[in-house]
């Protein structure tokens, strides 16, 4: 069974920094990508940031250069790195793993950033 769980998320200040960490049942190894989507109230759900299996690595233009996704195959887990954050970058957010062409999602974990 594919699990995926998210944490890290909280309440941040303007220009501060959190780190978002995604625990996937199994190795990592056998998604075939891996990625971070966030959904802010009353807009659609959006792609972040997302890794692939041979390391590649494609963002949101939103955050290009603020935030990154990496992975340490080791602990089965992805992280996002989010640093500079923005009010605009409150949201809920979902880590996403793509395993056998099916799309499975954690339960998200909210970021907050006050001004």
């Known amino acids: 069974q594919v699990q995926l769980v998210e944490s890290g998320g909280g309440l941040v200040q303007a220009g501060g920094s959190l780190r978002l960490s995604c625990a996937a049942s199994?190795?990592?190894?056998?998604?075939?990508?891996m990625g971070w989507y966030r959904q802010a109230p009353e807009k659609q759900r959006e792609l972040v940031a997302r890794i692939w299996r041979d390391g590649t690595t494609n963002y949101a233009d939103s955050v290009k250069g603020r935030f990154t996704i990496s992975r340490d195959n080791a602990n089965n887990t992805v992280y996002l790195q989010m640093n500079s954050l923005k009010r605009e970058d409150t949201a809920v957010y979902y880590c996403n793993g793509v395993w056998n062409y099916i799309a499975y999602w954690g339960q998200g974990t909210q970021v907050t950033v006050s001004s």
């Open positions: 199994g190795s990592i190894f056998t998604y075939r990508a």
